[in-house]
């Protein structure tokens, strides 16, 4: 969701940190002191005890050779601390494991953050050839199926807040992108070709919580190889299979979930776009 712009209370100095946290995180090979400055429009000393600060807290480091300012893990320890995503990920480890050595293909686990879409658990394929999506990684909430699978089991009056604050992508429309959720809603889950990379096809299904509401999704980026001894329908349904095993193990499954852009939440269906 779009942050609020509404500044009833500053705290310019909490500002300034969180603004610095926020640039570095873009940033692949970090920056020196100057740069933040410049590209921040602070100057250097006000840069310096910021950086002090977040360097003694532990959410930056210096790196040694080059002296440019890097983001910890820290950040990622702390959010993996919030309860519901500590029990989702605590639950949802064994099974992905276990997913992989079956299907030799990766998986990730994914919630809605936002605006877009954090990948909050992965686990690699074991064979030589793998597509897989980076931890942490935040992704197009539109251009993900993990975010198309979790809106498409979310209430009406959520689903519209997206609409209203998420820009869809160039060449993307509010009917279209309505129409594919209740289809998705219809048949469960997603299977569609990859938006980013091509020869991909992801397959993704919904995770459910004790209330039935979608808090997560499962996706399986399925890569093609010459000679899989597993099928791709037999991938598929072992995602869908393991979706439904972490919805129980999180207390979920026992009731139909939350009805969304009036589908028939008794309706099974397909839809495969590969």
């Known amino acids: 969701m779009k942050k609020n712009d509404k500044r009833d209370y500053t705290a310019p100095a909490l500002d300034k940190g969180l603004d ?91 919630i809605a953050s936002d605006d877009s879409i954090l990948v909050v658990g992965q686990v690699d394929s074991p064979g030589n050839n793998m597509m897989a999506v980076r931890l942490g990684a935040k992704i197009d909430l539109w251009q993900a199926s993990s975010g198309r699978v979790i809106l498409a089991h979310l209430p009406e009056e959520e689903v519209a807040v997206f609409f209203a604050n998420v820009p869809l992508p160039d060449g993307m429309d509010e009917t279209t992108v309505r129409s594919d959720l209740i289809a998705i809603r219809k048949a469960g889950h997603e299977v569609r070709d990859s938006f980013v990379v091509r020869g991909i096809v992801n397959i993704s299904a919904p995770v459910f919580d004790h209330s039935g509401r979608a808090i997560a999704a499962l996706t399986v980026p399925h890569i093609e190889r010459y000679f899989d001894s597993v099928t791709f329908e037999a991938c598929r349904d072992a995602l869908i299979e393991t979706a439904g095993t972490l919805t129980r193990s999180l207390g979920g499954g026992s009731s139909d979930p939350v009805n969304l852009l009036h589908g028939d939440k008794n309706e099974k269906g397909e839809n495969s776009s590969q």
């Open 20 to 110: 610095i946290i926020e640039l570095l995180s873009n940033q692949d090979t970090g920056l020196s002191q100057s740069e933040i400055a410049r590209l921040l429009g602070r100057t250097v000393g006000e840069i310096f005890r910021m950086l002090m600060v977040l360097q003694n807290r532990g959410y930056v480091a210096q790196e040694p050779l080059s002296d440019r300012y890097v983001l910890t893990t820290f950040l990622f320890e702390i959010a993996h601390r919030i309860p519901k995503i500590r029990r989702l990920t605590a639950f949802a480890g064994p099974l992905m494991r276990g997913l992989v050595k079956i299907i030799n293909q990766s998986v990730h686990l994914a």
